[in-house]
C-alpha cells in the first residue's frame, strides 16, 4: 500500500471520439506547468509506429486476430515505457491514453499499476451526442496520419465504423462493479461528473481541473502593460505610470480591442498602476488581481541591470545560471510566479474571452502554460512591450496565437 | 479581487436528503467556509423554524405524512423561511442562502430577481453512518431534552421512514437534468456534479469534495518568540530569542506526549517558524503563503515607532482593521485570500500542526470558528500557546494549552472609539487601497518583501503546489 508520495497512473477511457486525447493533453500541459512530471503515453501512436500503413477500420474489428495480438503489443509497450518513465526516470504522472473500454483490460492496467506501486485514477469520457462526435471528428480525425490518403467522407466514413468495432464490448464504469476504483467520469463535455473514491491532493487536484475545461470556442488575448516611466529608465519593479508612449499604447488598444467585436469579454490587470491605466483607457469594467503582479525582484527592485551586476554580480549571475529558479534575494523566482498564478490559469479556463493586462514575467508564466513551454524555456519567452498575443484554443488543447 | 466578480447574482443553495444525512453539518460548514472567503451567506433550517411554531416536540408522528395538521404547520414554515430568505438575499444583500429540506420542492416563487438555485444532496445507505450521525447531533437536539439514549434513536429512525415515502432523490438522468446540483453519496465516497453554472458553484462543489468527516485534530501555534518580538518590531525575518528555543522544545515534549498518529508539520517560510519545527525532529513542509502579513513600509518598525512616522495609518489601522492595508503591505482580507488554499488542504489531511504567525493564526483561527471579519483581527493568539482543535458535532472544540514558556505580549486590542483624535469620518478605510489612490503621503515605493534568505522549500511531495 502506497502512501502519497507514489507516482500516479492515471488511464483513460472511452470510445473513439470521445475527447479523450484532448484530455490527457491538456491535463498533462496543466500538470506539468504546476510543477509535477508528467507524461502521456498514447497507445495509437504506438500502434502507428508498429503498423507503418493504416489500411482500414478492418483492423479494428473483435475477430481480427492479427490485429488484437498487434493492438495488444503496443498497450504491452506503452506500460513499459509508462513504468520506465515512473520508476526510473523520477516521472510523477503518466496518463495512458487509450480506449481501454472493457473491465478486463482496465484490471490488467490496475494490476500492473499494483504491482509497481502507482496509484490508478480513471478518467472516462462519455458522449452519446453525434453532433459533439461529428465535430471531433472533424477537427483532429480527418487530419490524422491514418488518413492522409483519404477524401473526408472516406475518412469519416471509415472513422464510424472503427467507433462500431469498439461499441459491442464497450463496458462503462459502472457504480456498483467498480466501485472500489477511483475515478472520474465526464459526460456530455462536462454537463455532469461522477466522481469516486478520491484518494488524495494530486487526484482531488485533477478533477478540479478537469471540471473547469470547457471546449466552448473563446480567445484569450495577453498583453503588457503600456510602456512605464521606469521602463524608460531601463530600471525593474516599482510602480511606475504609463509614459507617454504608454499612454498612445492604451488608447491603440482600446481601438483595436472596440474593432475586435468580442462577445462579453472580460478584462484583468494587476494592482500596479501601469496596468491600471493601460485598462483604465478601455473604458469597460476591469478586474484587478493581485496575484497578477510583476515578479518581486526583491533587493533588485527599481534597479537597472547595469547597478543590479555592479551591486549583487554574484546575484547577477546566479539568475543567468537558473533563471527558472533563482529567487532575488528578499523576492521572488519564476517558479514562485508560477505558483501564484495557478488560480489564474483555472479561472482563465473557467471563462470564455478575457483580456489579461500583466507584465513580462507574469505573461511569459501565462504564455508558458498555453503554449506548453517547458521550465527552462519560460523565462526567455518573448513578451515585448505593445504587443499582444491572441490565443485561440484548437485542436489538442494547442493554441494559435497572433501577434497584434 | 477574486471575490468581487464571483456572483453578482445571488445564489440559492438547496440542501436535500432524508434526516441524519449530514445536512444541517454541511450547511454550517459551507456557510462557514463561504463566508470566511468574503462571501455573505446565511442558513435558514427548516427545523428551527419548526420548533419555532411547535413549542414542544412530542414524537416522530408529527412527522407522519398523514398528519394533515402537522403538514399544514410544516408548510407554513417552509414559506416564512422562503420570506426571509428573500428578504436575506434581495434586501440584506446576501449572496448566498443555504436552506436545508428533506423534500425537493423546487422554489419558483414569481418575481425577477430570482437567484441561481443550486442543490446538494446528501445520500447514505449506510447504517453505521446513520446511527453514528444520530447519536453525534440528534441525541443533544432541542427535540429531545431528557430523553434516554435508546428512545431517541428508535423515534429518529421512525421519524427519518416518514420521510423515506416522499423521497424522490435527484435524477440526472430524468427530471433532475436540468438542475445544478452536487450529490454527495456515503459522506464523500462518490460525487455526482450536474450542471455546474459558475465560479461559486465551482468552488462550493470542490470544497464539498475536499471536507471529510474522519476524527482528527489540528494544532494551531504561532512560532518560538523572536529576537524581534523581544524588542517590540513587527514584521521581519529574525530567529528564535533564548525563551523561543525553549518553546520548541517543549513543543516537541508536548507532541510527543499527544501521541498523535501521522502527524503533519507545516511551517512557513520564515526563519522564526522554521527553527521552532527543526526542534521537532520530523519531517515538515514550508509553505510560503503561511509567512506574515506583509507590513509593507512598516516592516520591522515598533507600534511607537510606526505611530510617530504615520500617525494617519496607525490611526487608520485601529478604526478598520481588518480591511486596512499597510502600505506596500497587505491587509487581513488579503491574507485570507491568500490563506485559502492552506485551508482546503487541512481540510483534506488528518492530523496537523501549523506553526505560524500572529495575524496568519487569527485568519486561520477565525475560519474554523466562524469568527467575522471585525472580531478576526482581535483574536487573541498569544506566543508559546497551542490550540487545539477537535472537530464535534457542528463546530469545533478548542482547548487551549500554554507550555509555561514566558514570551512577551504581542496582542492590542481594540481601542476605544475617538482615541486618536481623528475628525469624524464615515468609512474612512472603506476604499481598498492600491497604488493608483495611495492614501499616505508621497509612499509608493514598494517595499522589499522579506523572505527567508536562501532557504528554498523543501522539495517533499505532498500538497501541491505549494511545494513544488
Not at chain 1, 502593460?225 to 511606475?240: A, V, Y
Not at chain 2, 526563519?271 to 525532529?281: D, F, V
Request: aromatic share 10%; glycine share 6%.
Amino acid at each position: 500500500v502506497c502512501m502519497t508520495n507514489c507516482p500516479t497512473l492515471i488511464v483513460m477511457v472511452g470510445l473513439p471520439a470521445r475527447g479523450k486525447t484532448y484530455i490527457s493533453k491538456k491535463l498533462t500541459r496543466y500538470l506539468n506547468w504546476i510543477g509535477v512530471p508528467t507524461k502521456e503515453f498514447n497507445v495509437g501512436q504506438y500502434r502507428r509506429d508498429l503498423v507503418k500503413k493504416y489500411k482500414s477500420f478492418e483492423f479494428f474489428l473483435p475477430d481480427n486476430e492479427e490485429g488484437l495480438k498487434i493492438r495488444k503489443q503496443c498497450a504491452l509497450a506503452a506500460l513499459n515505457d509508462v513504468r520506465q518513465y515512473l520508476s526510473e526516470e523520477n516521472g510523477h504522472v503518466a496518463v495512458f491514453d487509450a480506449t481501454n473500454t472493457t473491465r478486463e483490460r482496465r484490471e490488467t492496467i490496475y494490476k500492473f499499476g499494483e504491482e509497481n506501486g502507482y496509484k490508478t485514477f480513471f478518467v472516462e469520457s462519455v458522449c452519446v451526442d453525434p453532433e459533439v462526435i461529428a465535430a471531433n471528428i472533424v477537427q483532429v480525425k480527418l487530419g490524422s496520419p491514418d488518413y492522409v490518403d483519404c477524401s473526408n467522407d472516406e475518412a469519416t466514413e471509415d472513422f464510424m465504423k472503427r467507433i462500431e468495432c469498439y461499441k459491442n464490448s464497450y463496458e462503462t464504469l459502472d457504480e456498483t462493479l467498480d466501485k472500489d476504483l477511483s475515478y472520474i467520469k465526464i459526460m456530455d463535455v462536462g454537463r455532469s461528473y461522477l466522481v469516486n473514491r478520491v484518494m488524495d491532493h494530486i487526484q482531488s487536484r485533477i478533477v478540479y481541473y478537469l471540471m473547469n475545461i470547457h471546449v466552448t470556442p473563446r480567445s484569450i488575448y495577453l498583453c503588457r502593460h503600456g510602456e512605464s516611466e521606469l521602463n524608460l529608465k531601463g530600471r525593474i519593479g516599482g510602480d511606475p505610470g504609463l509614459s507617454v508612449r504608454g499612454k498612445e499604447f492604451a488608447k491603440s488598444l482600446a481601438q483595436f480591442i472596440n474593432e475586435q467585436n468580442i462577445k462579453d469579454l472580460k478584462v484583468w490587470t494587476s494592482q500596479m498602476k501601469r496596468t491600471i491605466q493601460t485598462a483604465e483607457a478601455l473604458g469597460v469594467p476591469y478586474e484587478q488581481w493581485k496575484v497578477l503582479n510583476e515578479i518581486d525582484a526583491g533587493v533588485c527592485e527599481e534597479m537597472t541591470y547595469e547597478e543590479i551586476q555592479e551591486n549583487y554580480p554574484l546575484e547577477f549571475a546566479l539568475r543567468d545560471q537558473d533563471k527558472y529558479r533563482y529567487r532575488y534575494p528578499k523576492g521572488e523566482s519564476y517558479e514562485d510566479l508560477v505558483q501564484r498564478l495557478e488560480p489564474v490559469i483555472m479561472e482563465l479556463e473557467r471563462q470564455e474571452n478575457v483580456l489579461v493586462i500583466c507584465h513580462q514575467a507574469v505573461m511569459r508564466c501565462l504564455l508558458a502554460y498555453f503554449l506548453d513551454k517547458p521550465a527552462e524555456q519560460l523565462p526567455y519567452l518573448k513578451c515585448p512591450l505593445h504587443t499582444v498575443l491572441k490565443l485561440t484554443p484548437v485542436a489538442y488543447g494547442k493554441c494559435n496565437y497572433v501577434y497584434l | 479581487a477574486w471575490a468581487s466578480y464571483m456572483t453578482n447574482s445571488p445564489t440559492l443553495i438547496v440542501m436535500i436528503g432524508l434526516p441524519a444525512r449530514g445536512k444541517t453539518y454541511m450547511s454550517k460548514k459551507l456557510t462557514r467556509y463561504l463566508n470566511w472567503i468574503g462571501v455573505p451567506t446565511k442558513v435558514f433550517n427548516l427545523g428551527v423554524y419548526r420548533r419555532e411554531a411547535v413549542k414542544s416536540y412530542k414524537s416522530y408522528d408529527f412527522f407522519r405524512h398523514d398528519n394533515k395538521e402537522a403538514m399544514e404547520i410544516r408548510k407554513r414554515c417552509a414559506l416564512v423561511a422562503l420570506e426571509d430568505v428573500k428578504s436575506y438575499l434581495l434586501e440584506e444583500c446576501g449572496q448566498i442562502a443555504v436552506r436545508s429540506s428533506a423534500r425537493k420542492s423546487v422554489l419558483h416563487q414569481g418575481g425577477s430577481k430570482l437567484p441561481g438555485v443550486f442543490f446538494v444532496e446528501s445520500v447514505c445507505d449506510d447504517p453505521e453512518v446513520i446511527a453514528a450521525n444520530i447519536l453525534e447531533v440528534k441525541v443533544s437536539s432541542p427535540d429531545y431534552p431528557e430523553r434516554h439514549r435508546e428512545n431517541v434513536m428508535d423515534d429518529f429512525l421512525k421519524r427519518i421512514e416518514c420521510y423515506k415515502v416522499t423521497y424522490q432523490p435527484l435524477d440526472p438522468d430524468a427530471d433532475d437534468k436540468d438542475l445544478s446540483f452536487i450529490k454527495v453519496i456515503n459522506v464523500g465516497q462518490r460525487f455526482l456534479v450536474n450542471r455546474v453554472q459558475d465560479y461559486i458553484q465551482s468552488k462550493i462543489v470542490y470544497y464539498l469534495m475536499n471536507i471529510h468527516v474522519q476524527p482528527r485534530t489540528i494544532y494551531l501555534c504561532r512560532h518560538g518568540e523572536s529576537e524581534y518580538n523581544l524588542v517590540g518590531r513587527i514584521g521581519g525575518d529574525s530567529g528564535l530569542s533564548a525563551r523561543g528555543k525553549q518553546f520548541s522544545q517543549a513543543l516537541k515534549k508536548f507532541i510527543e506526549e499527544q501521541e498523535i498518529v501521522d502527524l503533519k508539520v507545516w511551517t512557513s517560510q520564515l526563519k522564526r517558524t522554521i527553527q521552532t519545527a527543526e526542534s521537532l525532529g520530523v519531517l515538515y513542509e514550508q509553505w510560503k503563503i503561511l509567512n506574515e502579513i506583509d507590513a509593507g513600509v512598516c516592516e520591522e518598525m515598533t507600534y511607537a515607532e510606526i505611530e510617530a512616522k504615520y500617525p494617519d495609518e496607525f490611526a487608520m489601522r485601529d478604526q478598520e482593521k481588518y480591511l486596512y492595508r499597510y502600505p506596500g503591505g497587505e491587509s487581513y482580507q488579503d491574507l485570507v485570500q491568500r490563506l485559502e488554499p492552506v485551508i482546503m488542504e487541512l481540510e483534506r489531511q488528518g492530523n496537523v500542526l501549523v506553526i505560524s504567525h500572529q495575524a496568519v493564526m487569527r485568519c486561520l483561527l477565525a475560519y474554523f470558528l466562524d469568527k467575522s471579519a471585525d472580531e478576526l483581527p482581535y483574536l487573541r493568539c498569544p506566543l508559546h500557546t497551542i490550540l487545539k482543535l477537535t472537530p464535534v458535532a457542528y463546530g469545533c472544540k478548542v482547548e487551549t494549552i500554554t507550555l509555561n514558556v514566558e514570551a512577551v505580549n504581542t496582542h492590542r486590542d481594540k481601542p476605544s472609539l475617538n482615541s486618536h483624535g481623528l475628525p469624524g469620518r464615515q468609512s474612512p478605510v472603506r476604499m481598498r487601497r492600491n497604488s493608483f489612490t495611495p492614501r499616505a503621503g508621497a509612499d509608493t515605493v514598494k517595499r522589499p518583501r522579506h523572505h527567508s534568505l536562501g532557504s528554498k522549500p523543501l522539495h517533499l511531495p505532498g500538497p501541491l503546489p505549494s511545494l513544488e
